[in-house]
């Protein structure tokens, strides 16, 4: 039982360019989410997605968006990468709301 | 907003003695606390979570008790073991909203063997 996949798991890309995080989960779950981690600061929310069909913004949404392809996929999008966006990108998925959310393993986003 | 705050950042124990990590809050409208284990280069954990009905919550060596009155609550790990190393989040939420959840900064726990 795979869970909450993340690719890639590694990636450094150069200020301007464009690069687009995927996850797929196989819980059958209903609501996903997209959060960037940064030392000291915890676990931030950037976009989620209630239900297939459905997004909305977090509470740092800014030079990113998303796209629920499917009920098993989530997306996420930069369209022009600036250092600032250089963190840890976690995907995550729930059954309904935010309650027993299960993560993937991460994405180490380098902008240099 | 809700505001959370988590104390201490790091926490080194020797293997058996408890630990304790607390947290709190400012919303009075949360009544969801979860806590997340990460263990390193992997995602966060649920290990226990407790709703604002309940003052306490146990599961094995884990614990969590909440204080609404005083908006905090605290994870409790007694007998710790070297892979209770982690760093470890607290979360506070409305229960009924997807985008309301706030978490805490983390703790790094280390258990000296």
């Known amino acids: 039982n795979a869970g909450v996949t993340q690719t890639p798991k590694f990636q450094v890309l150069k200020t301007g360019q464009s690069m687009t995080l995927q996850c797929a989960q196989d819980?059958?779950?209903?609501?996903m989410y997209w959060y960037r981690q940064d030392p000291g600061m915890g676990l931030r929310l950037i976009y989620y997605?209630?239900?297939?069909?459905?997004?909305d913004k977090g509470e740092v949404p800014n030079g990113y968006n998303v796209s629920r392809l499917n009920k098993r996929e989530f997306s996420l999008r930069l369209e022009s990468a600036a250092p600032s966006q250089t963190s840890v990108y976690f995907c995550?998925?729930?059954?309904?709301?935010?309650?027993?959310?299960?993560f993937g393993q991460g994405t180490r986003l380098t902008v240099v | 907003g809700e505001n959370v705050e988590q104390h201490p950042s790091t926490l080194s124990v020797q293997e058996g003695d408890s630990a304790v990590i607390k947290c709190t809050y400012s919303d009075s409208a949360s009544n969801y606390f979860p806590w997340y284990k990460q263990e390193l280069g992997k995602g966060p954990q649920l290990i226990i979570d407790i709703r604002s009905n309940v003052g306490e919550k146990k599961d094995q060596r884990i614990a969590v008790t909440l204080n609404k009155t005083a908006k905090h609550f605290s994870l409790h790990i007694t007998e710790t073991q070297p892979e209770d190393s982690a760093v470890y989040f607290c979360?506070?939420?409305?229960?009924?909203?997807?985008?309301?959840?706030?978490f805490g900064p983390g703790t790094s726990l280390s258990v000296i063997p």
């Open positions: 997605s209630a239900s297939e069909g459905t997004t």
């Open positions: 979360a506070a939420s409305q229960e009924t909203s997807y985008d309301k959840v706030i």
């Open positions: 819980m059958n779950h209903n609501s």
């Open positions: 995550a998925s729930s059954k309904d709301r935010i309650t027993e959310a299960f």
